[in-house]
Every structure is written in C-alpha cells, then in structure tokens.
C-alpha cells in the first residue's frame, strides 16, 4: 500500500468519468476500485462515493463532493515525459477533452485538475551550467502554454 495517496476532489459527480478518462492516458493505469454512496450518505445512492485509481505506478483517490472545494494550479499533478511526442499527445487529449491551456505546461482538465506536462529534458536547459542559456532557456518557457523542448533547447544555446 502507497503511504501517501493523492486525493482529488470531484463536483457533479464526476470522479468515476475522470478515473476513466485518465486512464486512457498512460498504459499501465488502472481503476482499482470504487465506493458507492449509501442512502443518507449526501449523494446518489449506487454512484460512485470514491474511486480508487492508478497511473504510471501511483495511486489516486477521487472523491465525489460538493461545490465547495476549487482547484487551481497551485497544486497540480507532473508528468514527467520521456519525449515532444509524449507531451503533444497528452496536451492533445486534455485539449480535446475539455481541457484549458495555462501557461508554462500547466493545462487544466475539464475537472479543474491541474496537470503539468512536463518534457523531462528541458531541465538539463533551464538548469545548464551556462546560466546566461538558462535565463534565455526560462524566458522562453515564460511564453510559451505547451512547452515547446526545441524552443528552450534553442533558446539555451542562443539560436
């Protein structure tokens, strides 16, 4: 059993359409398992109270709530990817399935949650030992919503 589980909060019952839409994501995710509601328990009896899921090796609960509970980007979940192509292919799904371009990789899906899709990569530029490259590297990353790696790989080297 993982120690830490990140719980994410669902309104209009949304949390069983999230799990599975996340799932379609990346190979090796899963619905694990689900909780209905009760009678009397603040929600439809038989729908989905919490359900347990997991991506890329971590697992996650989401919960059906009320409306009282926001997300912002001030807590959002990292991918890390190994590749531009794995990044163009997640942008693409949350874009196409309701979600809202942010700004440098974070991309809100249709939920609220906040995703940063990340290549892997661009660290080694936003880090590089030539720092004048890495204020070029970061200013670049500034304007951009997706992250472009040969946009920050140029700007790093000057180009």
């Known amino acids: 059993?993982?120690?830490?589980v990140t719980n994410i909060w669902y309104t209009d019952?949304?949390?069983?359409?999230?799990?599975?839409?996340?799932?379609?994501?990346?190979?090796?995710?899963?619905?694990?398992?689900?909780?209905p509601?009760?009678?009397?328990?603040?929600?439809?009896?038989?729908q989905a109270m919490v359900v347990n899921f997991e991506l890329a090796g971590q697992q996650f609960t989401g919960i059906n709530g009320d409306d009282s509970a926001k997300h912002d980007h001030a807590m959002s979940l990292l991918v890390n990817c190994e590749d531009q192509?794995?990044?163009?292919?997640?942008?693409?799904?949350?874009?196409?399935?309701g979600g809202k371009e942010i700004q440098c990789g974070w991309i809100a899906d249709k939920w609220g949650?906040?995703?940063?899709?990340w290549p892997s990569e661009a660290d080694r530029y936003l880090g590089g030992p030539d720092?004048?490259?890495?204020?070029?590297?970061?200013?670049?990353?500034?304007?951009?919503?997706?992250?472009?790696?040969q946009g920050i790989k140029d700007a790093y080297e000057g180009r």
């Open 37 to 46: 509601f009760v009678e009397d328990a603040h929600g439809t009896p038989g």
């Open 131 to 149: 720092k004048e490259g890495a204020v070029r590297a970061t200013e670049a990353m500034y304007g951009m919503k997706k992250i472009d790696l």
């Open 13 to 35: 019952g949304a949390a069983q359409e999230a799990a599975e839409f996340y799932a379609t994501l990346f190979e090796d995710a899963k619905i694990t398992g689900t909780i």
């Open 113 to 117: 949650v906040n995703w940063q899709v």
């Open 85 to 97: 192509a794995e990044v163009d292919r997640l942008w693409d799904a949350f874009l196409s399935n």
């Open 1 to 4: 059993m993982q120690k830490i």
